[in-house]
């Protein structure tokens, strides 16, 4: 069996967007959108190989529930403006010693990446016998010389879109190449090359504060074009802005107090007398909140969670459930990737406006005074129809 590795190469430094890999894009961190596709891929192993401590720490804190995830330190001298990629590959291949079989690179600046464009890059090499791949797309723009003359269309013979092949150009998201014909060409793709279309959307690369508005309205609407409906079994609760009212009172020994409505309580418990699964998620690690859910007897409580959206796609799995049986109740922009993607979001009237904005349910209610109430009665009644 071929052992699989991909790697995504990090560092601290970017020209074009200050700290761009650790910045929010729909409230999670950049690179974190193709590490989660990757994690869900066919790939057996995920590195992402970094010159920023910080990034490793985050990679080692939040995806320890994924055995497939490491972070690997990069060399400084491999990770400024003038190292090639390529260079970071073999230095990436040295460190493990070429322990695989194919490696494929991934670009944290290509959020639109899915796990489906990995297993192709994959089966290409796989299944089909190519030597190495890449991700293209099919374009319909009609191309100029810069002495004025068509590269690829005859101006008395303008084709209509439908009846114009277009042009493939490498979007530079995936690449994959065996080890072979790595180490005999040093070069990310060589020998016989397979080719793999994405969607026209992914393009777009994260160079300008410019792309990186589309991108991110790109992305929102793809989470919210897979939205489906169906009965809601599970509910996951933020707690910080929905339990409470987002305010914490803090002495000289730290966190001392957080303000709980009891009567969200009780519409939890109702909820779970007619068969949902309560579960809590939130970024913050709390012994305040740990006690709270167990007086509540909520058993599924995720503390310290960064990344919520990749911990809710593993989640669905180990429950085995889709999307669309899941509520979210969020306020702040962390939540905004599940909200965007589960069958029903609901926020609390004082929740964020970039949240209210995306939710499909606006409460009526503020957090911390009835918002969750509201919200279990809300999916008592939508599940009566089912």
């Known amino acids: 069996m071929s052992k699989k590795i991909g790697i995504i190469p990090l560092r601290k430094g970017s020209k074009s967007i200050k700290g761009k890999n650790k910045r929010k894009m729909v409230g999670r961190p950049l690179f ?3 590490l989660k596709e990757a994690i869900f891929s066919e790939l057996d192993e995920i590195y992402v190989f970094t010159d920023d401590v910080e990034i490793m720490a985050f990679v080692e804190n939040q995806y320890s529930w994924s055995k497939k995830v490491k972070a690997l330190l990069r060399n400084p001298e491999n990770a400024n403006d003038t190292a090639s990629t390529e260079s970071v590959l073999l230095e990436f291949a040295e460190k493990l010693n070429t322990n ?35 991700t293209v797309v099919n374009t ?29 150009i490498e979007n530079g998201a995936v690449y994959c190449t065996t080890k072979t014909a790595f180490l005999a060409s040093k070069n990310r793709v060589s020998g016989n090359i397979g080719i793999v279309k994405m969607p026209e959307e992914s393009l777009y690369e994260i160079d300008s504060e410019t792309d990186w508005h589309i991108v991110e309205e790109l992305l929102i609407h793809r989470l919210k074009k897979q939205k489906e409906s169906a009965k809601i079994t599970h509910i996951i609760l933020d707690v910080d802005g929905v339990f409470t009212d987002g305010t914490i009172t803090y002495t000289k020994d730290g966190e001392h107090t957080k303000n709980f409505d009891m009567r969200d309580g009780m519409g939890l418990e109702i909820l779970r007398e007619q068969g949902v699964e309560v579960l809590v998620m ?36 180990d429950k085995k459930v889709t999307l669309g049986n899941i509520a979210y109740v969020g306020d702040d922009v962390n939540d905004l990737a599940n909200m965007c993607s589960v069958g029903w979001s609901l926020t609390p009237n004082n929740a964020t406006n970039i949240v209210k904005l995306h939710a499909d349910v606006v409460l009526t209610k503020n957090s911390g005074s009835g918002a969750i109430r509201e919200a279990c009665e809300f999916i008592l009644n939508y599940n009566k129809r089912f």
């Open 282 to 317: 939130t970024s913050e690690q709390s012994e305040l909140v740990a006690q709270r859910m167990k007086k509540l007897k909520i058993e599924d409580v995720f503390l310290g969670v960064k990344d919520k959206y990749a911990l809710v796609q593993q989640l669905i799995l």
């Open 100 to 134: 695989f079989d194919i490696l494929c690179l991934l670009q944290a600046t290509s959020p639109l990446t899915t796990s489906l464009d990995i297993n192709k890059a994959l089966e290409a090499i796989i299944n089909d016998g190519y030597d190495s791949s890449l």
């Open 140 to 168: 319909h723009r009609f191309t100029w010389s810069s002495d004025a003359k068509p590269l690829n269309y005859d101006v008395f013979k303008r084709p209509r879109r439908q009846d114009f092949e277009g042009l493939l």
């Open 32 to 34: 974190t959108w193709v």
